[in-house]
């Protein structure tokens, strides 16, 4: 083998690495990486490319909420070079043109310079399976996106026609159930908002869910929320303009996460707040025409007090079978 296709093998291998690799064929993450070996092996020409990035269309699923957050990445790029190429597939129908595969954030980096003209990639024969195939297997070596993006990228892909729930969740390596309830959470909160609010890293499943549960059970203006989430961004940035300090634009979105939160939690205690106990005068309760207790609503609930004698121990004795008897009334009486 040459030292240029070591090399370029090798590069693809530095990609693809998500830990070692395991004797046993038949796990979910082997699976992933067999994709990206596959892609390694289909690069033809035995070289990497100099293409012109406007020859390199991004079609794939977005599996980012900010994909033009690539500054610092484009600033080493023009410093230091590109030393990873992205990975691309000839166009099915249009000559001198190149599908992306994996690098977007590379790609956009590139795009956005003025000092580099060109993006190193290697040119892989793939048909659209596989093509989406090795993105999720770039995705599972990358450990920097959030619960949101990965639900987003499921949905995508489901709705992308890549597969069902179950097929998802086998190349994404988790449960159905996973999967079920990202794309819960997702219709619940809505792709708008969920975009408005931005990546949110470090808000997990558990504060989604308790989201998208609010959202369901109180009726919610959406545009409301989504300005809400937009006011909380725009903010951020009259305050970057005003300081020279650079803001994060994570800690901005875990912002608007908090914001949508906690108006939709307001909302929820003002709409379920705890009615004022009922309570009332003692009611006497007549028994075989004469006072044999009384009955009175009060903050716990409602009280039956019988006089003392042979009658209260008998009700004692059958409480049960009475108050059964009489919610099976009350059944047949609102059925009726």
Avoid: C
């Amino acid at each position: 083998m040459s030292n240029s296709k070591k090399k370029r093998l090798s590069m693809l291998d530095s990609i693809s690495a998500a830990g070692g690799a395991s004797p046993v064929p038949t796990t979910p993450m082997m699976s992933s990486n067999r994709a990206l070996r596959s892609a390694r092996d289909a690069v033809d020409a035995h070289k990497v490319w100099e293409l012109d990035p406007a020859d390199v269309i991004d079609d794939r699923p977005a599996d980012r909420l900010d994909p033009a957050d690539v500054l610092d990445l484009r600033d080493a790029i023009e410093t230091n070079g590109q030393t990873v190429p992205i990975l691309v597939r000839r166009h099915p129908s249009e000559a001198e043109k190149y599908l992306l595969v994996y690098g977007r954030r590379r790609l956009e980096a590139i795009k956005q310079s003025d000092k580099v003209d060109t993006v190193r990639a290697l040119v892989a024969s793939m048909d659209d399976q596989s093509a989406v195939r090795a993105q999720i297997s770039e995705n599972m070596a990358r450990r920097d996106l959030s619960f949101i993006e990965k639900a987003l990228f499921a949905q995508e892909l489901v709705n992308s026609g890549f597969g069902n729930q179950t097929t998802v969740a086998e190349v994404l390596t988790v449960p159905k159930s996973a999967i079920s309830m990202a794309l819960s959470v997702i219709d619940s909160v809505g792709t708008p908002l969920v975009r408005a609010i931005g990546a949110a890293h470090g808000i997990g499943r558990p504060r989604w869910e308790a989201l998208a549960k609010n959202m369901r059970g109180n009726p919610v203006d959406n545009d409301k929320l989504v300005s809400l989430a937009d006011d909380v961004h725009v903010a951020a940035e009259v305050q970057l303009a005003k300081s020279a300090t650079m803001a994060d634009p994570n800690e901005t979105s875990v912002a608007a996460f908090a914001a949508v939160e906690a108006y939709l939690e307001a909302g929820v205690k003002a709409t379920t707040a705890p009615a004022l106990p009922k309570t009332g005068k003692t009611k006497s309760l007549n028994i075989g025409g004469k006072r044999g207790g009384t009955l009175k609503r009060t903050k716990a609930g409602l009280a039956l007090t019988l006089n003392d004698g042979p009658f209260s121990d008998w009700v004692e004795s059958e409480a049960q079978d009475l108050v059964e008897e009489l919610h099976a009334r009350w059944i047949r009486r609102n059925e009726d």
